[in-house]
């Protein structure tokens, strides 16, 4: 209270804008990037705070970001923009079970869905086909695709790979917990049959 605006820093000052906007009880709220400027651990507290204040005050939310985090945990539906056009719309677990398109597939899901064309594609009967890193099985050789880890981050909870699949690219794989796995290893992978994405030639899903 005893500072004027421009001596705080530009988190305290999105937090006051917050607060600025809350106190004047509007009929929706606008939001335009409010956490971008605040560090990692207080995003995290401001997220979770401006949903608890959002479901109290029970007040019309329209929140931009292209945190994709943010938008799958703050949001009760999300509207997916790419230059101006609507790609999809939908709540947070139907945009990440059933992309529309090749936009939406990659920018839903953290890290992001690996995309793979050519043979392997068009065996599918698709031009691209995409696996998110969390439907991959590491298997015995011989019984998928094989590929040498190139990058091992072990984070405790989960272990990312960054895979090279050789004509497939470098994959992304999310294991749950420790992996005695390291840069050089050879690995055989195998995707979910049931968790594999299609998309035709424009880019857009194809159903089953």
């Given at each position: ?39 990692a651990a207080l995003r995290v507290q401001m997220r979770l705070e401006v ?158």
């Amino acid at each position: 209270l005893d500072r004027k605006p421009r001596e705080l820093s530009g988190g305290q000052r999105q937090r006051v804008a917050i607060g600025r906007a809350i106190v004047r009880e509007p009929k929706a709220f606008l939001f335009d990037e409010p956490l971008s400027n605040l560090d990692a651990a207080l995003r995290v507290q401001m997220r979770l705070e401006v949903t608890r204040l959002q479901k109290q005050l029970g007040t019309t939310a329209i929140y931009v970001t292209h945190d994709q985090v943010e938008a799958m945990t703050m949001a009760d539906k999300i509207v997916v923009l790419n230059a101006g056009k609507i790609e999809q719309y939908g709540s947070p677990i139907e945009l990440y079970q059933k992309p529309a398109n090749l936009f939406v597939a990659g920018f839903i899901g953290s890290p992001k869905m690996n995309f793979i064309t050519g043979a392997e594609a068009a065996m599918r009967g698709a031009a691209t086909i995409g696996v998110r890193p969390e439907h991959f099985n590491i298997v015995s050789d011989g019984q998928g695709w094989p590929g040498k880890v190139l990058v091992a981050e072990h984070l405790g909870s989960d272990t990312f790979l960054y895979v090279d699949a050789g004509a497939l690219g470098t994959l992304t794989v999310r294991c749950v917990g420790e992996k005695s796995l390291k840069p050089g290893d050879q690995i055989a992978l195998q995707p979910d049959p049931n968790r594999i994405y299609r998309f035709d030639d424009n880019g857009n899903a194809i159903v089953a």
